[in-house]
């Protein structure tokens, strides 16, 4: 029982890959604006992260993965050129067995390695907008000034404090 389910979840992960090689190739399909950062309503003010979503928030994650690996000369835009080079690059770094395709052991780790790249490009990205000077290092007085800004960010109604008044929802411009 617990093979089918592992094998129904890895199918179902190959589908929504693939489902979104497909619509971005078709052009049903637009990236987001900025590939290497959060895809849009997932995180940030006002969004419901993933509440609601589902399945196609999922969808929409896999399709920022594979944009953001496939797209090598980061014109925000996919070939069909681009997106065959990937295909051929992930199979012939993820066929351990060298038989030209993927098992499940095979797929699962090729899964798992797309995830942790996407990962740490995004560490990467976070650790450089944190590096305000460039030196390479993160001091305190850089992490206060991101955590200052955060602060100002999040203490909606300026009392100094983050407290319930600040979860609450802001009243749309103009009504007071």
């Known amino acids: 029982m617990k093979r089918n389910i592992r094998k129904y979840m890895v199918a179902t992960v190959a589908g929504l890959v693939l489902g979104a090689s497909v619509g971005v190739v078709s052009g049903v399909a637009e990236p987001s604006e900025n590939w290497t950062g959060p895809m849009p309503g997932s995180h940030g003010p006002g969004s419901q992260g993933m509440k609601g979503h589902g399945m196609m928030h999922k969808h929409m994650m896999h399709k920022h993965m594979l944009m953001t690996l496939a797209d090598k000369n980061g014109d925000r835009s996919l070939s069909k050129a681009e997106m065959d080079a990937f295909h051929k690059e992930w ?46 290092k993160i001091s305190l007085q850089e992490m206060q000034e991101h955590a200052d800004k955060r602060f100002e960010m999040m203490d909606r109604n300026k009392d100094g404090e983050l407290n319930r008044e600040d979860r609450k929802p802001m009243k749309p411009y103009g009504k007071r």
């Open 91 to 136: 199979l012939a770094r993820s066929d351990k067995n060298g038989d030209g395709a993927l098992n499940l052991a095979e797929f699962d780790a090729m899964h798992e390695a797309m995830r942790e790249e996407m990962r740490n490009r995004h560490m990467q990205k976070r650790f450089e907008g944190l590096d305000s000077n460039k030196d390479g």
